[in-house]
Antibody, heavy 113, light 112 residues
Framework: EVQLVESGGGLVKPGGSLRLSCAASGFTFSSYSMNWVRQAPGKGLEWVSS????????NYADSVKGRFTISRDNAKNSLYLQMNSLRAEDTAVYYC??????WGQGTLVTVSS | DVVMTQSPLSLPVTLGQPASISCRSS???????????LNWFQQRPGQSPRRLIY???NRDSGVPDRFSGSGSGTDFTLKISRVEAEDVGVYYCMQGTHWPRTFGQGTKVEFK
């Protein structure tokens, strides 16, 4: 059974930082490109970032480029998102999504003073 | 960026009747590898999204066969042959051909 457990969300002040983690199991993590997708409260889905299976290719949405960094550790079956210079508009549930095939429960990030 | 435009944004449905959602892209979604990376996702109230359809018309495992996807180029459709109670929710199309990946605005399916 595929399991995706996102963690690291919480309340942070504007300008602050958070590091999200995603622990994956039940599939061959090292074979999948991995994505972060977010959903602001009551809004639609927004792709944030992708990383290829070997970390050779990385892409970011313009809205987070230069502030967020995606990374992965295939030995630990884990995906990360380092989020710096956070803004109120980054408030959302962040989902870890392998290949867009499976979705976890997400972790809520709230940016507010 | 490729803009994904869904219609309608709200779809009142009747139990047992068919339903259809349109998704149009601002550019062709045919990839240089010959595939068309158009996905459909369902998000039931209070739940995470799940993928229903990938590469235009391929149903994911466990997805009922009342769901079908079709289309090509820039024009795509998700059809539900006979709506059931569990189909209420928001449906999104998403293109995986171009960077950045982009989603449609979502179509809310609810009973009349």
């Amino acid at each position: 059974e595929v399991q995706l457990v996102e963690s690291g969300g919480g309340l942070v002040k504007p300008g602050g930082s958070l590091r999200l983690s995603c622990a994956a199991s039940g599939f061959t993590f090292s074979s999948y490109s991995m994505n972060w997708v977010r959903q602001a409260p009551g809004k639609g889905l927004e792709w944030v970032s992708s990383i290829s299976s070997s970390s050779g290719y990385i892409n970011y949405a313009d809205s987070v480029k230069g502030r967020f960094t995606i990374s992965r550790d295939n030995a630990k079956n884990s995906l990360y998102l380092q989020m710096n210079s956070l803004r109120a508009e980054d408030t959302a549930v962040y989902y870890c999504v392998p290949g867009f095939d499976y979705w976890g429960q997400g972790t809520l990030v709230t940016v507010s003073s | 960026d490729v803009v994904m435009t869904q219609s309608p944004l709200s779809l009142p449905v009747t139990l047992g009747q068919p339903a259809s959602i349109s998704c149009r892209s601002s550019q062709s979604l045919v990839h240089s590898d010959g595939n068309t990376y158009l996905n459909w996702f369902q998000q039931r109230p209070g739940q995470s999204p799940r993928r229903l359809i990938y590469k235009v018309s391929n149903r994911d495992s466990g997805v009922p066969d009342r769901f079908s996807g079709s289309g090509s180029g820039t024009d795509f459709t998700l059809k539900i042959s006979r709506v059931e109670a569990e189909d209420v929710g928001v449906y999104y199309c998403m293109q995986g051909t171009h960077w950045p990946r982009t989603f449609g605005q979502g179509t809310k399916v609810e009973f009349k």
